[in-house]
């Protein structure tokens, strides 16, 4: 990035080789929609080749990215296309190996906590999404949304015990 930032705009092929899957992934699970996600996408790239001078070397390049996502994410649902409906793929709540009857019910829960997923609000929704789906450490979540390590933690906790009451109530029991 640091070369990019200096002028030399072709390097940005490289850091598009390498993150453009996990930008697409994340911006998938916070849409649902893989042309929206691909075109956020795009566009953060686009943002990131625009504003490379903002970028400060001594950062995590990847905890940028991040942040210069979220802008580009915070635009498009300011335009009143943020609705969400959650992926099929809940990261392998099923098993081929188990009965049928154990399959069905392994479906179901998945279409729950997708639907309980999804009725969170978005700055929850967003953090499972970096903790859960993208796998970022604690601290690169904290970098990307500029607040303190143990502050990520308290809303990872929260995000977390609220989509357990909606799966919950969503399944008509009481989270436990």
């Not at 390049?61 to 991040?66: E, K, S, T």
């Amino acid at each position: 990035m640091e070369a990019v930032r200096a002028g030399e705009t072709g390097r940005l092929e490289t850091l598009f080789d390498r993150y453009h899957g996990p930008l697409r992934r994340y911006f998938f699970h916070l849409t649902s929609d893989r042309a929206t996600a691909e075109d956020l996408a795009q566009e953060t790239f686009f943002r990131i080749l625009k504003y490379r001078r903002s970028y400060l070397p001594e950062t995590s390049f990847r905890a940028w990215l991040y942040q210069v996502g979220r802008n580009v994410y915070r635009d498009h649902t300011s335009r009143g296309k943020g609705e969400v409906a959650m992926p099929d793929d809940t990261g392998g709540l099923r098993s081929l190996d188990a009965p049928p009857d154990q399959q069905v019910e392994r479906r179901q829960d998945s279409a729950l906590l997708r639907r309980a997923l999804a009725a969170l609000p978005g700055e929850k929704r967003e953090v499972l999404v970096m903790s859960r789906y993208l796998d970022l450490k604690y601290e690169e979540i904290a970098d990307i949304l500029n607040c303190e390590v143990g502050t990520v933690k308290v809303r990872v906790y929260r995000a977390l015990r609220e989509l357990s009451d909606r799966f919950f109530a969503l399944r008509g029991e009481r989270a436990s």
